[in-house]
């Protein structure tokens, strides 16, 4: 499933705030800052290859939904999705990877050092777009920016922290995703609102609906990063198994008897086979975590489903924040 | 010279503010901010061994000078010196730099994924003291303050760029100082004006000031790295030379002929053993390095004082920034 056409249509919009914001400064971080974003390769050349703009999508599309025309939250767009393309930058880093979007890291590019001076220059200038705006909603969405970000950097603590435990149970694990991922998400939705000029109210609730996409959307990952089309995806199946990382369903596999001892066995010592990745693999078919992890999605989707009818919203107003939600949560790759 | 003790009584104040704006949060990280600023140790006992908090203690001088009573500038102080440490957290990592205040960096302690994170919980968490002010001044504080960071980051960026480069020219060397060090410091005396409700002109003068003696600050910085007293300053004597650190004394030399060329050799190849230190130190005196060094700390202080020269205030205000200058850019340690 492809970003529907009614939402693809703020992509021109949403790259032109972006290119702005990033057109002046120190030519090494800009010059950076435009491979990251996916307009250039690393030699400097027109190329594509960003992401999917969900976090400016999702700023927009509740701004629009509260009442706004979608040029009124563009400080926003812009502030969410440098202030992502921040934690990526500094992830890939963290976690030692090596591709993002089918491209080389900016680490491997730069170096680590300066991947760091990177990912700081592009959530200064993330927080530059709001901190900048006069529209009366800026203030409260520059606080719920930065409560954000510490929820963001606290759930990447506890993610590298768990690579270290064998025993991390599902309550932690959808802790530790709504820092790292519901926050931001959460964040984008209620700067739309308060970009809007909507209600303390109606902006919580925004912000509440879209954490809880950003649960659905981070647990649908770890459904695609195990079982996923390589094609679809561009991540090679089961890589996440491979880097041992503790997705959804490691986590709940883990906690299962006796095919958890086994699989903390296979999690154990050093880099695994391909071999090893079936055996996780079946492991994780006995335990039922494929099924779990889809009954979890569709149970995170159906909250936020609850929270979004709380809003009071024009009916095409609605279908169209479903719509998107759907996209979000319901993607294959 | 130790901080006088007119300056030294404001210190309370200032670790007061600090402990509160780091008192709730995510544990790991509060834990770690508290281990950073000095007020505990890696195991979390108390203990001490901060900095010399020369930036908050910069921005309550210059608000108090233009005027203000010290609390008003409480959230700017906290600010800038919470984002400093953010700046030495990530310094650390990108200079492998093992000890800090004669204690082990952050990522030694915790790995450098999660000092990555430490740095972005206390930059995040120093931009928030001044995004929470309501006082009239602080939209403009905090925008200096991401100006400050922005060209930090810049100079940062050049401050690691230069190790690869045998060819780095003195105002090259300035420029990067001015935006790793100066920055910073600059706007920490802006921001304490700015707080004070001083005029735009005034707010300018004084972070210009300050730039001037951040620059001061990093030459003297860099004239006790090579020839300071280790006992005094708690670094070995001539570290940065064993670090291969592209100092002012050093790309002074490197200009020299013929003892730049020969130091340019020095200055290649495997880490250097105490017999290169000492020809490398012979090379500096040899080309007047050493009183060049000085030469340039003592203009760089007279334009300091210039600037401050043009700022309208009470000769006791102007006789107290001049003493606050004094201990800035002439201390032995």
Known sequence: MSLPAEFQARLPLIEAALRNAVAEGPEPLVQMARYVLGWEDAAGRPSSGGGKRLRPLLCIEAAVAAGADPSQALSGATAVELVHNFSLVHDDIQDRDALRHGRPTAWRIVGEPQAINLGNFLYTRGLRQLAESRLPGAPLALAMLFEAVERMVAGQWADIAFEDSDDVSEQEYLAMVAGKTGALLG????IGAALAGASRETVDL?????????????????YLGTWGDVAATGKSTSGDIARRKKTLPVVFALAAKPAGDALRELYRGAPQSDDDTASVLRLLEETGAREHTRDVARRLSAEADALLAQISLAPNARERLRAFARFVTERDR
Do not use: P
């Open 187 to 190: 964040a984008a939705a209620g």
């Open 206 to 222: 925004f912000r509440r609906w879209g954490e809880r996409l950003g649960l659905a959307f981070q647990v649908q990952d770890d």
